[in-house]
């Protein structure tokens, strides 16, 4: 027992060890886009439609690579800067279960007829979802 | 030293480079940059500790070869849920997991369940505290209800459109 927690606090300290560059690079970055990107920019991205704050967010999480913590920092702040909540569930989702850059690997793997199931249907739902998710934080006044 | 930590290894010295490339430049924004990161990082520290310690558990009492094998045991509706447990509870790279899902595929398991076991790996359970944090309990707990559906949906959907 001794040996197993010794061998898991080593793994969790070794995983978290492995990603703190890239925390630390991601949250530099973000200070940089809080500091010179301002709220009025974003809104010029992301006009508070629906459908286009959706798309923009699914297609900028879907090319977005690293560690899904990686999009609730990037999702956070730019909810913050007034970013609808829309457009960045959406980023959340398409961030953690589309891929474009692993999509020759799946392909490789999986073959070309499971990986275009996959990645189709987490598109379709990337929006249904993080329109179910953002209409009942709506309805119960949660935002 | 994983790629993963070259990356962003990488990644962090492009970062430093561009706040001394800027202060050079005269820009005295930078100094705002420089306060909003280490105000970020005072805010995410917490947060890492509770990671470090889910990581802890997860790694202690979770094995994710006995996950990969016990959803292969049981069929119906179960063996959907068990797909969406295994893969709300596997944790470690998608790279890593591919080859043994495909290897499942080759046995015999049906493309639904691991339709629905890929989607449920969006709920990254380490990482909630963080995710609790940026959008709050409502949110996360809203959010992970309908990934979880989801993934059973889909499930559902590549069942009736490929297997039936």
Redesign the interface.
Known sequence: MKD??KK??K???I??????????????????F???VTPKMLQSLFNGSLIHDELIGIVAGAVSIG???LS??I???L?KDGVS?YAV?AF??SF??L?VI?LP??IE??GKR?TT??NV??LI?SV??SV??VW??KV?G?? | M?A??K???I??G???L??IS?YFFGSD??F???????K??KE?SFV?AV???M??II??FIDDKKIAKYFDTKSGVKAYFIALIGGILSHGS??AW??L??SL?EKGIK?SL??TF??AR?I?LP?LP??I????T??TI??MF??MV?SL??GF??KKL?EE
């Open positions: 197993r927690i898991s606090l793994k969790a300290f995983s978290l060890a492995k990603i703190t560059p890239m925390i630390l690079a991601v949250i530099g970055l973000v200070g940089l809080e500091a010179y560690q899904p913590f609730y920092i999702g956070g702040e909810l909540y569930t959340i989702l953690v279960t891929g692993q690997l799946q793997i999986f499971f199931i996959v249907l987490s739902f249904i979802v179910a998710t009942t934080l119960w949660l935002i | 994983g993963y930590m990356t962003g290894i990644m962090l492009l970062v430093i561009s706040y800027l924004t930078i705002v940059a420089l306060k909003d990161s280490f970020t990082l995410l890492f990671v470090f310690v990581m802890f790694d202690m998608s790279y591919y080859p899902l495909q595929r493309d691991l339709v890929l989607y969006s990254k990482w963080m995710m944090v940026y959008f709050g409502g949110f809203i959010l309908y990934i989801g949906l889909q959907i590549v490929y």
